[in-house]
């Protein structure tokens, strides 16, 4: 991506500078912090695996003649050392929700993040080729966005509000966020607007960088 697509943030809430006149904010939201953690750091999974590293020490402890109490000292030492990496990845996670904020305007995309070192990444429709939409049970959801040919950014730059895995053409996305079909919805219409088409009520009538998306969103 060119460098102007990064930008610090001196502005206002999600925004590195004032918008220009004619453009406006549609949408705007940030990670569940609950969601990015069973999603992004697999907390859940974590705690199953220390769970059974705990379980079977114990079992094990037991099977060879120890005594209950220097068991449960030693299942304790296990959980007080499991408890701190999950404490803070979930920390971590509650973090990246208070310092980013995902903006949709009626002609771009904003991404602004960072805990030591605020950014926003500016994403003009102009520079999408397509958008996607994957719903959670829970209303949440991730909505990636793939750039068109030619234009790169680098994955770890972003991560965690990437895709997962896509590194050799990293699809910035926003992740995590609560009531996505709402959000898609609002992203679809802007990016048909500005494509000087109507939205229709055929998906596949739309423009290729509106068309995925709005197959999900049109049920929103």
């Given at each position: 991506m060119n460098p102007e697509g990064l930008m610090e943030n001196c502005g206002g809430r999600g925004l590195p500078e004032k918008l220009p006149a004619g453009e406006r904010v549609l949408w705007q939201g940030s990670p569940r912090w609950e969601t990015l953690f069973r999603r992004a750091f697999h907390g859940r999974a974590m705690a199953i695996y220390f769970a059974a590293i705990i379980g079977y020490t114990t079992v094990s402890s037991l099977a060879a003649g120890g005594t209950g109490g220097a068991v449960a000292v030693t299942a304790a030492?296990?959980?007080?050392v499991a408890v701190v990496p999950i404490l803070l990845a979930a920390l971590y996670c509650w973090a990246v929700q208070r310092s980013t904020v995902y903006t949709v305007t009626s002609r771009r995309i904003v991404m602004s993040f960072g805990l030591a070192l605020p950014m926003s990444v500016n994403?003009?429709?102009?520079?999408?080729d397509a958008a996607g939409l994957r719903c959670n049970?829970?209303?949440?959801?991730d909505i990636p966005l793939r750039l068109l040919d030619g234009e790169r950014m680098a994955y770890f730059m972003?991560?965690?509000?990437?895709r997962p895995w896509r590194m050799?053409?990293?699809e910035p996305m926003l992740r995590c966020i609560p009531e996505v079909r709402a959000a898609a919805g609002v992203l679809a219409r802007a990016l048909a607007v500005d494509a000087t088409m109507p939205v229709p009520v055929v998906p596949q009538?739309?423009?290729?960088?509106?068309q995925a998306l709005l197959g999900e969103a049109a049920h929103a």
């Open positions: 030492k296990l959980a007080a994403l003009p429709f102009s520079r999408i049970a829970d209303g949440t959801g972003v991560w965690p509000h990437a050799a053409r990293t009538a739309q423009p290729a960088r509106a």
